[in-house]
């Protein structure tokens, strides 16, 4: 089955290249970047057991084929990368292995894979590089700790005071809002008679679920969402990214929380709060890459304007 269907919003996980078999593209162009959101327009398979679906990229303004494994849910939390496979980077401080210094400040390196942790945290994106300095060795750096290496012909890297200045000047950006990680059960009906034997399933259902592995067991076994496939997980989820029925429902649920039957205009649904996540403000430190990665973006984007 499908995770996604037609139309459903995914953002893409990793680099998808041509293989040569894009349209007016050449071998090994990018076709869509690590990050991307785009709309499911079709669903099809490839050797009869892998879901291929074609995704219209929104920036890059062009329909690729991914695989399911290289997507997820729009809505999921994500942290952007700053660097991608084989950029040249520099260690900003000394690594050292059990009390043994391999990675000195200023050894330089390439990066052979981006690696991303399951939370979303700011800290959750790390490389393994492989330092000219170590041959033969891969070290799994936090992306805190490496700088990139200016290229011959390209600008040089945003400021470190520049990076703090815009932190400074736009505070709100920087306020991570609350957040529910949430499971659910939808239920379909087609009339009103079905409808009410879907609510009383649900109560029934509702009264049974004592545990977070009991709401995971059902939404398994009775959820006709594909999310079942994942024991009903949504996910974390701001205000603004449910369908509007659902929002105060889900945000009033406290740690643990089942809700009553909720309806939206796809059906009805049980809600589950997994944890309540709170709003926090992000540090600059932890920010720092981010700052950087984005105002070199809207750099190279005012460079292909002019």
């Known amino acids: 089955m499908p995770r996604w269907q037609i139309d459903d919003e995914v953002r893409l996980t990793r680099n998808v290249r041509d293989d040569g078999t894009f349209p007016g593209a050449s071998r090994g162009e990018l076709l869509a970047r690590r990050g991307s959101v785009g709309v499911i327009r079709d669903i099809g398979f490839f050797l009869q057991d892998q879901i291929i679906y074609s995704v219209h990229f929104h920036a890059e303004n062009r329909v690729v084929g991914c695989r399911e494994e290289e997507l997820i849910d729009a809505a999921e939390v994500w942290t952007p990368s700053r660097f991608e496979f084989r950029e040249k980077v520099r260690s900003r401080a000394g690594m050292a292995v059990q009390g043994k210094l391999l990675v000195r400040a200023g050894d330089t390196g390439e990066i052979l894979k981006v690696v991303c942790g399951p939370s979303g945290g700011l800290d959750d994106v790390a490389y393994h590089v492989h330092f000219d300095t170590m041959p033969g060795r891969v070290f799994q750096v936090p992306e805190r700790m490496l700088d990139a290496i200016p290229q011959p012909g390209r600008e040089p890297e945003i400021s470190e005071e520049a990076a703090e200045s815009y932190y400074r000047q736009h505070p709100r950006a920087f306020i991570r809002p609350e957040a529910r990680r949430l499971r659910h059960i939808l239920m379909t009906y087609d009339d009103a008679a079905q409808k009410e034997r879907v609510t009383a399933q649900l109560e029934a259902l509702r009264t049974g679920i004592a545990t977070a592995e009991d709401f995971a067991a059902a ?47 796809v059906g009805l649904h049980l809600l589950f709060c997994d944890a309540v996540l709170p709003a926090t403000t992000v540090s600059f430190a932890d920010a720092r890459a981010r700052i950087i990665a984005h105002l070199t973006e ?3 984007m005012r460079i292909q304007e002019a």
């Open 219 to 265: 939404a398994l076994k009775y959820s006709q969402c594909p999310t079942a496939l994942r024991e009903g997980l949504i996910g974390a989820v701001r205000r603004g990214q449910l369908f509007p029925e659902l929002e105060a429902p889900a945000f009033a649920l406290a740690e643990g929380e089942i809700s009553s039957p909720q309806e939206s205009p």
């Open 298 to 300: 809207k750099r190279g």
